[in-house]
C-alpha cells in the first residue's frame, strides 16, 4: 500500500493540475478563484449485502479546496479532504463478524459542481459531483490492521449545500456553514464475506475562502 505522503502529495497535484484545466475557462471574463480551508465532522458507516445492520460513527475530516467561479451563478470547486471515519456494524447474519469496529483514514479528492442564489451577502448554494477516495489505513477497534480486508481507492458520488456569507474584509472574502452526503458507488471489502461493503456518510463543515 502507497504511505500517507506519497497519496497526499498525489492528490496535491490532482489538484493543481484541475485548476490548470479551470483557467482557460476564462479567456473573455476573468472570474475570481478563491482558495479555502475546512473542518468539521463525519458520520460514518458501512451498506451492502454483507451488512446486516450499521450504526453510524463521528469522526473528524478537514482540507483546503479552490473555487472557480465561472459566473454569477456557477462554480467548480475541486477539494482535498483528509477524513478519519469510523463505523461499527453487523457484517453477516451468522453473527461471525458481530459488531465490528473499523476506523479509517480517507484523502479525498471531491470535484464539485455549485448552482449559487442571487441573495449577497447570504448566499444558499446547492452542489453535487463525484469524489475519489484513497484508503491510507483501516484498523478494527481493538487495534488491529485491517488493511488486508479492504481496497485502497473508494468512489463516491456527493450531493450537498452551504449557506455563505460575505464578510470582504481583507483577504477574508467569505464564511460558510456546509452540509453533504456521500454516497459510496464502489465496494471496498476485499476479504472472503466482506466484499459488499461501500461508504455512507453525512458531513458538516465550517469553511473560509480567502482571495487570491
Known sequence: ?????????????????????ALPMSSQAQSPIDLGVRGGVTQATFYGDDVSSNDFRPGFTGGVFLNYQVNDAFA????????????KNHFDESGR???VRVRQDVIEIPVLLKLSAPTAPVTP???????LGFVTNSELGNG?????????????????????Y?????????????G???????????????EDVRTS?????LSLRFDI
Do not use: C, H
Not at 147 to 156: A, E, G, I, L, Q
Not at 167 to 174: A, F, R
Open 1 to 21: 500500500m502507497q504511505t500517507v505522503t506519497s497519496k497526499l502529495t498525489a492528490s496535491i497535484a490532482t489538484l493543481a493540475l484541475l485548476l490548470g484545466l
Open 125 to 131: 448554494r446547492l452542489y453535487v459531483g463525484p469524489a
Open 180 to 194: 453533504r452526503y456521500n454516497l459510496g458507488l464502489a465496494n471496498l471489502g476485499d476479504a472472503n464475506n466482506f
Open 144 to 164: 488491529n490492521d485491517a488493511d488486508d480486508s479492504f481496497t485502497d481507492v473508494d468512489f463516491s458520488g456527493v450531493v450537498g449545500g452551504e449557506i455563505a
Open 76 to 87: 467548480v470547486q475541486p477539494e482535498v479532504l483528509y477524513s478519519r471515519r469510523g463505523t
Open 97 to 99: 463478524f458481530d459488531d
Open 201 to 205: 456518510a453525512f458531513t458538516g463543515t
Open 166 to 178: 460575505a464578510l470582504n474584509k481583507g483577504p477574508l472574502s467569505e464564511i460558510a456553514v456546509d
